[in-house]
């Protein structure tokens, strides 16, 4: 019996490959960790700033808390099934009228997993809409799996090769138009991409990147995980990443720059060049 998600629901996720929007919090609970993300921006912007936005759940314990919200996981477990653990997270922050785009890509293309089974929600805390540069999917992409990207590196390109999928039919995208507090949830082999934020306000996303079933083994780098529900991984010689007990606690902020270093070496593998994030 699922515990959030219909049975309709989780059958237009496996056919479309993507489902929004899901209600989590109200908008002002949205509001509340935007503030403490500006806060911890402002606060500790060594630890937090446009470079370094990758598992910063691992610095933070709002994020760490927003990884663990109940209502992410039970969707997460309706789609996966009881036991999961966290890869990564990435903060998508769009600044007011900047030119960050991302083009249209597939997330698993570059992660070196052994099954492409896993799945990222995305939750937004400001609105994301096509002002201020939603994600658009693409439905059903997921099906023919992992196409060609071509690495672009482009200027303005917020991902990490600035990885593109040529010849979309951008008249097939659906925009996932969210408010505050509410997520979309991708499927890590579906095409999707996004356009600059033409608005007066910054738009917020913070993407679980991803949550994966115990049998999902890095091929690449080394397997370390967060450990979310369930039973626990038994892969050999797989690091598990630990929670922060507060802001900065010592141990979790280890594991974040040694699970940022591996993300790196992944995304990065055989790659022409290297960038900053
Ligand atoms: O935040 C965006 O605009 C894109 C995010 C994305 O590609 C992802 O979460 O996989």
């Given at each position: 019996m699922p515990k959030i998600l219909s049975k309709e629901k989780i059958e237009q996720y496996h056919e479309t490959g993507f489902i929004s929007p899901i209600d989590v919090m109200s908008e002002e609970e949205a509001g509340n960790y935007k503030k403490k993300l500006e806060a911890a921006e402002r606060d500790h912007p060594e630890h937090i700033h446009a470079e370094n936005r990758n598992n910063a759940h691992l610095s933070f314990k709002f994020l760490d808390d927003l990884a663990f919200h109940p209502i992410i996981l039970d969707v997460v477990e309706d789609l996966l099934g009881p036991s999961f653990s966290l890869w990564a997270s990435v903060l998508f922050i769009k600044e007011a009228k900047s030119k960050g785009f991302v083009s249209?890509?597939?997330?698993?293309?570059?992660?070196?997993?052994?099954?492409?089974?896993f799945l990222s929600p995305w939750i937004a805390l400001s609105p994301s809409n096509l002002d201020t540069g939603c994600m658009s999917m693409i439905p059903g992409s997921h099906k023919q799996h992992i196409v060609d990207h071509e690495d672009t590196f482009g200027a303005d390109n917020i991902l990490t090769r600035g990885q593109r999928v040529n010849d979309v039919d951008e008249s097939k995208a659906e925009h996932l138009i969210l408010k505050p507090g509410q997520m979309s949830v991708h499927h890590c082999e579906v095409i999707h991409g996004s356009q600059p934020n033409l608005s007066d306000t910054r738009r917020i996303g913070f993407a679980l990147q991803s949550y994966m079933q115990n049998d999902v083994i890095q091929q690449i780098g080394q397997n370390q995980w967060m450990h979310c529900r369930g039973e626990r991984r038994n892969t050999p010689d797989h690091r598990e990443l630990r929670r922060p007990k507060f802001d900065l606690d010592p141990d979790a902020m280890a594991d974040r720059e040694a699970a940022s270093a591996n993300y790196a070496d992944i995304l990065y593998n055989g790659a022409a060049q290297k960038r900053a994030y």
């Amino acid at each position: 019996m699922p515990k959030i998600l219909s049975k309709e629901k989780i059958e237009q996720y496996h056919e479309t490959g993507f489902i929004s929007p899901i209600d989590v919090m109200s908008e002002e609970e949205a509001g509340n960790y935007k503030k403490k993300l500006e806060a911890a921006e402002r606060d500790h912007p060594e630890h937090i700033h446009a470079e370094n936005r990758n598992n910063a759940h691992l610095s933070f314990k709002f994020l760490d808390d927003l990884a663990f919200h109940p209502i992410i996981l039970d969707v997460v477990e309706d789609l996966l099934g009881p036991s999961f653990s966290l890869w990564a997270s990435v903060l998508f922050i769009k600044e007011a009228k900047s030119k960050g785009f991302v083009s249209w890509h597939q997330d698993a293309t570059y992660m070196g997993m052994s099954k492409n089974t896993f799945l990222s929600p995305w939750i937004a805390l400001s609105p994301s809409n096509l002002d201020t540069g939603c994600m658009s999917m693409i439905p059903g992409s997921h099906k023919q799996h992992i196409v060609d990207h071509e690495d672009t590196f482009g200027a303005d390109n917020i991902l990490t090769r600035g990885q593109r999928v040529n010849d979309v039919d951008e008249s097939k995208a659906e925009h996932l138009i969210l408010k505050p507090g509410q997520m979309s949830v991708h499927h890590c082999e579906v095409i999707h991409g996004s356009q600059p934020n033409l608005s007066d306000t910054r738009r917020i996303g913070f993407a679980l990147q991803s949550y994966m079933q115990n049998d999902v083994i890095q091929q690449i780098g080394q397997n370390q995980w967060m450990h979310c529900r369930g039973e626990r991984r038994n892969t050999p010689d797989h690091r598990e990443l630990r929670r922060p007990k507060f802001d900065l606690d010592p141990d979790a902020m280890a594991d974040r720059e040694a699970a940022s270093a591996n993300y790196a070496d992944i995304l990065y593998n055989g790659a022409a060049q290297k960038r900053a994030y």
